[in-house]
């Protein structure tokens, strides 16, 4: 069966973005390839792992509690094959650190219909074989060299030992001589049988998965690594000569300190909780209340609960998903000593007592394991109430956990962060039409507030991985739930939307354009210009319904005021409510009489002819080394002789397995395989590629040696590709703009909105200066010293500013215009107090006169708005031509 189509969220595929970029530079820069490429891409130190052969790299992807790691690792796994081990038959060993989530990630990496093998199945297609240790230990050697080998398993059941030093049985079986592997071990070379443990007085390898996975140079991930980092841990990898380790978690090791044995991982990229938001993966923000009484705590937690599934029968009448609202109640464990404690069995007879069905109730700890028997996603489930202590079944995940409700007066944040992820995660990934729903919920027996917020701040930060900045914004008082029953039918009438020469129907064409969801909630009164609005609106909606009256000057204000009525606000509330939209114009181009957003395919014919290219050129852009030995030898400026790591991998792997003999139309086809051209047609791909490697030829290099380095040649044809299609972006881009400047315009119908739920960045500003006009209330990727921070200090201080946001590059939610070969993201963009946008892009004085196709588009902008945008590019410190730009 087809596996289930998934698109990767946006700063998942930047992270593995990043992933790829590093491996690439690795595998280019040569000996010491780890630790350059690591400074290249981060700035900072490389930490070698302790014990692996020095040279390994070792990196860490850093996604907070509900971001998605596993997809990611899936993923990862086609990107090291290709840009590192330069193999199609890579073996992983995927470590995670327990038995349950083992289960579940096995079970997800089988299923041809699961989203993770759909990410194996891109790159290796039916050619992957899933085992698990068990199933390792007697696996073929078709199933080990035969495309992608992923071996699932804990680290403890691969150590020889256990923690008091012990002999571990289990994990003993991974370095004995087993039959079932005898196969693997035929016909290796004496270098291959060298590297290998040897069966004492026989002269043959330990047929052991062991020797196995040395043999095959695994690449290793480790799921949740904080929690194999240990010296034992490190020594078991060590004994599988891993090529490369990525650590997947929330929560890396950041202290260095090896004589304590600490560790630091070095994070390659940082996903911030505003990515996952905007993204719509978390629920946020986590309403907090507290009481010193624990049984008004749970009443509290009760009624917040009956509130939210009235919402989310509304949302399945209105939408057709299905939500089942859940308590999490943390109980506090037993003690012979203290008859007073809240446990398990007294929060459970107190739901009881208050009506509860028992069959509604599950209790997960101690002896009791209720969750085993109940699927709590299956509508003909009844459970609503979860009791446990400590944590959960592990590996147990369910999106329906909307409240947690802890009755312990004095509760850890290590205690907390053990259930507190699990009520962040947002059902299907997609924001609700209720904002109740896109809220997490927290009831906390506490006589101080204050105290509480601290420990679920902290239990974000230590336990969910989160910016301990970005946790400050995420918990907050809960106020009125701001949703009932009657609230749904209740309708609310908007004051004069729009001037009264509009006519009617221009503003009854644009509400028809708007979802269904929202436009069926939706009444237009020609005679009052007036808007009735069923229900409580969500800021989604309000967004939408501002977007579609953009052309109307009044209209953004009376949907704010509406908004606020259909929500029970008062309209005197806090200002995050009162601001004006913040609309920001697109540049749109007239394409055949249709006003159309700019984009590359207005001047670019798609699909390109490549195969119309000249390919001749390849012969002065590759140049053989072949390296006939397995690594590449270099002396350091300290005099030590070094192995270029990825070399030697390289030619490890490739001596395991024997490739059948190599065509013209194989070479071509793989070459192709593994460059990404979404422009272009396989067949034109092809028909270039085989052009180019004849070129070759008749420059005199023979065709075995060409595919004997055929990583090398795709690594060359790839960047040839890339150059071409650079020079063919630049050259199309000029001349549209020589001969069709008439035709750029900006309209209302095309134009983005910024807004705190969608506002994405990677690292928040944590600077001493207080800004008091940004948009939100976190500023995003903002240095807190430099001249770019000057500018931003500069506007924030300008009568004439009334809002601005820091503008963040490589969102799909930030203002972007259109260069030959990428989107230009300005820095800033500003509202002013006349209603006019202006953008502005700093630019250092060494960097400024490189940048002139960034002010040419941005001028292209502004002319295009007759007067209603404006842009500029201010240098050196030069922060009056802001002011000048907005008097002309």
């Known amino acids: 069966m087809a596996a289930t189509n998934f698109e990767l969220k946006e700063y998942q595929q930047t992270a593995l973005d990043r992933f790829r970029s590093y491996l690439r530079d690795v595998n280019n820069i040569g000996a010491d390839g780890a630790n350059l490429a690591f400074y290249k891409s981060t700035n900072l130190p490389y930490r070698h792992a302790p014990v692996i052969a020095e040279g390994t790299p070792y990196v860490c992807l850093r996604i907070p509690t509900g ?14 094959a290709q840009e590192f081990l330069e193999v199609k038959n890579p073996m992983v060993l995927w470590l995670v650190p327990s038995t349950p989530i083992l289960e579940q990630t096995v079970s997800a990496l089988k299923n041809p219909e699961h989203p993770y093998r759909a990410a194996l199945a891109k790159d290796f297609g039916r050619n992957v074989s899933v085992l698990t240790k068990a199933e390792a230990l007697a696996m073929s050697r078709a199933d080990a060299e035969g495309g992608a080998c992923i071996i699932v398993s804990t680290i403890q ?16 079986k991974v370095y004995q001589d087993a039959g079932n592997l005898m196969d693997h071990f035929s016909g290796l070379t004496e270098a291959q049988e060298a590297a ?29 690594a904080h929690n194999a980092r240990t010296a034992l841990s490190f020594d078991t990898l060590a004994r599988f000569s891993p090529s490369l380790i990525l650590e997947l978690t929330a929560t890396p090791q950041t202290e260095h300190k090896p004589a304590r044995d600490k560790h630091a991982s070095n994070i390659l990229y940082s996903v911030s909780a505003a990515e996952l938001k905007a993204e719509e993966m978390i629920k946020m923000p986590i309403k907090l209340t507290t009481d010193a009484n624990w049984q008004k705590t749970i009443g509290g937690a009760f009624d917040c609960r009956e509130a939210l599934e009235e919402a989310a029968k509304a949302e399945e009448a209105e939408t057709g998903e299905y939500i089942r609202p859940i308590i999490l109640f943390q109980a506090q464990s037993a003690s012979s000593t203290d008859a007073t404690r809240i446990t398990y069995d007294k929060v459970e007879q107190h739901l009881i007592d208050r009506g509860i069905p028992e069959a509604e109730i599950a209790v997960h700890t101690g002896p009791r394991k209720d969750l085993d028997a109940h699927d709590i996603p299956d509508p003909e489930c009844r459970i609503r109430y979860i009791i446990t202590v400590s944590k959960l079944k592990e590996g147990w995940d369910c999106p329906f956990a909307y409240v947690l409700c802890s009755v312990a007066e004095q509760v850890s944040s290590t205690a907390i962060e053990q259930v507190l992820g699990r009520v962040l995660r947002m059902p299907k990934a997609q924001r609700k039409h209720r904002d109740a729903l896109n809220q997490a919920y927290a009831f906390v027996a506490s006589k101080s507030f204050d105290a509480t917020a601290q420990q679920l701040k902290d239990g974000l930060v230590e336990g969910a991985g989160f910016n301990k900045m970005e946790a400050d914004q995420i918990v907050s008082p809960q106020g009125d739930m701001g949703y009932d029953a009657a609230a749904d039918e209740a309708e609310h009438e908007s004051e004069p939307l729009v001037e009264d020469e509009t006519p009617a129907q221009e503003v009854e064409e644009a509400i028809a354009k708007l979802p269904a969801s929202v436009r069926n909630r939706v009444v237009y009164d020609p005679a009052k210009r007036s808007m009735t609005y069923k229900g409580q609106m969500s ?89 006939s030995q397995s ?27 024997q490739e059948p003999a190599w065509t013209m139309p194989r070479l071509a086809n793989f070459i192709d395989s593994g460059i990404r051209h979404p422009d272009i047609t396989k067949p034109s791909a092809i028909i270039f590629i085989t052009k180019a490697i004849e070129a070759l030829i008749a420059d005199g290099h023979d065709f075995d040696l060409l595919a004997r380095n055929k990583h090398h040649l795709r690594r060359s044809m790839a960047q040839f590709i890339a150059d071409l299609r650079g020079e063919r972006e630049a050259g199309n881009y000029s001349a549209l703009f020589a001969t069709n400047a008439e035709d750029f315009a900006i309209h209302s119908d095309l134009a983005m909105i910024f807004d705190e739920q969608t506002y994405a960045f990677n690292q928040p500003y944590a600077g001493a200066t207080k800004f008091g006009k940004h948009y939100t209330p976190l500023v995003g990727d903002l240095k807190p010293t430099g001249e770019e921070f000057e500018c931003a200090v500069y506007l924030d201080r300008m009568d004439e500013v009334r809002f601005w946001i820091r503008n963040v590059e490589g969102k799909k939610t930030s203002f972007w215009l259109q260069l030959p070969h990428q989107k230009f993201y300005p820095d800033f963009v500003a509202m002013l107090t006349d209603g006019r946008i202006l953008a502005v892009e700093y630019k250092g004085g060494h960097l400024y006169d490189g940048e002139s196709e960034k002010r040419n588009i941005g001028d292209v902008w502004a002319d295009a708005s007759d007067g209603k945008c404006l842009f500029c590019m201010p240098t050196e410190r030069d922060f009056g031509l802001i002011n000048r730009t907005i008097d002309s």
Request: hydrophobic share 40%; proline share 5%.
């Open 539 to 627: 800021r989604e909606s309000k967004n939408l319904i501002q977007l579609a009256l953009a052309k109307s000057p009044k209209a953004n204000r009376a949907i704010d005021r509406l908004y606020a009525k259909s929500n029970n606000f008062q309209l005197s509330a806090s200002q995050d409510e009162e601001k004006p939209a913040f609309i920001v114009p697109l540049l749109g181009f007239r394409k055949q009489g249709e006003l159309q957003l700019f984009t590359k395919e207005h001047f670019l014919d798609l699909p390109w002819r490549l195969d119309k290219c000249e390919p001749s050129d390849i012969a002065s852009r590759f140049k053989i080394v072949d390296e």
């Open 631 to 657: 690594g590449e030898i270099d002396v350091s400026d300290k005099g030590k002789v070094e192995i270029d790591f990825a070399k030697r991998v390289q030619g490890e792997l490739s001596a395991v397995v």
């Open 67 to 80: 971001g998605g790691k596993t997809v990611m690792g899936a993923y990862a796994v086609g990107i090291a």
């Open 157 to 172: 059941s691969f150590r020889r030992e256990k923690d008091n030093g012990k002999p571990n049985e289990e994990g003993l």
């Open 196 to 224: 290998l443990e040897q069966v004492e007085g026989a002269g043959r390898p330990v047929a052991s998965l062991s020797n196995l996975l040395r043999l095959h140079r695994p690449m290793v991930i480790v799921d949740e």
